[in-house]
Every structure is written in structure tokens, then in C-alpha cells.
């Protein structure tokens, strides 16, 4: 299942372009689902109870639809997971843009408290 959850996060930042990453951050770090007509995410609050959606008091689902892959995927992360992923996509991101250390740190820094992650 991790296999397939990386990769589908991975696709995620591939199809919203490296442009986005610094805009994806932000909205992460103020809690806001973003993305686009065939890949998004939102967070746990985004939903009511009664909505057929819902998957709980906390975590963060990626939706990707087709035709950005074959068949309407779906993954549902708590927020450990989800900012271990993120930790490697921003590593990943800074190997092409190290001018932009310091605000993904900063960012970085606002998710983590935001969702409660403890300091490895």
C-alpha cells in the first residue's frame, strides 16, 4: 500500500508542475485543500459527518481522476504519513530549487505544528 500511496503523491506534484510546489505548501500550511479539476486534496475538516466523503477527525485525502490516470484514485493519509512524504517531496524539490530553502523550511515548520507532528 505505501508503494502505491507514494506513488500516486508523487504523480500528484508531477501533474500540478513544479510552479505549484511553493503555492501546495502554503495551502498546507493554512489547512486549505487546493489542486486542480483531475488532482486535489483536502483535509479531514473539509467534510461534514452526514457527507458521503467524510473519513474522519483528521488526516488528508488526494483525489486523482481520470484522464490523469487510468481509473479515479483515492488516498487517505494521517498526518505522520503525510508529512514524512512531504519531508521527501521538499528534499526532492530543493535538489532543483535551493533558492527556495528557507521559505520550505518555514513552511515545513507550519505544517508540523499545525497537525501536531512531533520532531524526529
Given at each position: 500500500?505505501?508503494?502505491?500511496?507514494?506513488?500516486?503523491?508523487?504523480?500528484?506534484?508531477?501533474?500540478?508542475?513544479?510552479?505549484?510546489?511553493?503555492?501546495?505548501?502554503?495551502?498546507?500550511?493554512?489547512?486549505?485543500?487546493?489542486g486542480t479539476e483531475y488532482a486535489r486534496f483536502?483535509?479531514?475538516?473539509?467534510?461534514?459527518?452526514?457527507?458521503?466523503?467524510?473519513?474522519?477527525?483528521?488526516?488528508?485525502?488526494?483525489?486523482?481522476?481520470?484522464?490523469?490516470?487510468e481509473e479515479d484514485e483515492e488516498i487517505i493519509?494521517?498526518?505522520?504519513?503525510?508529512?514524512?512524504?512531504?519531508?521527501?517531496?521538499?528534499?526532492?524539490?530543493?535538489?532543483?530549487?535551493?533558492?527556495?530553502?528557507?521559505?520550505?523550511?518555514?513552511?515545513?515548520?507550519?505544517?508540523?505544528?499545525?497537525?501536531?507532528?512531533?520532531?524526529?
Open positions: 500500500m505505501e508503494d502505491k500511496e507514494r506513488k500516486l503523491i508523487s504523480y500528484f506534484y508531477h501533474h500540478m508542475g513544479d510552479g505549484k510546489f511553493l503555492r501546495i505548501l502554503r495551502s498546507y500550511a493554512s489547512g486549505e485543500g487546493y483536502v483535509f479531514a475538516d473539509y467534510y461534514e459527518k452526514w457527507e458521503e466523503d467524510y473519513f474522519g477527525e483528521e488526516g488528508i485525502a488526494y483525489y486523482i481522476d481520470r484522464p490523469a490516470v493519509l494521517d498526518y505522520p504519513t503525510f508529512y514524512k512524504y512531504l519531508k521527501e517531496d521538499c528534499t526532492s524539490y530543493l535538489e532543483d530549487y535551493p533558492q527556495d530553502k528557507s521559505e520550505v523550511e518555514a513552511q515545513l515548520e507550519k505544517i508540523r505544528k499545525r497537525f501536531n507532528i512531533e520532531k524526529p
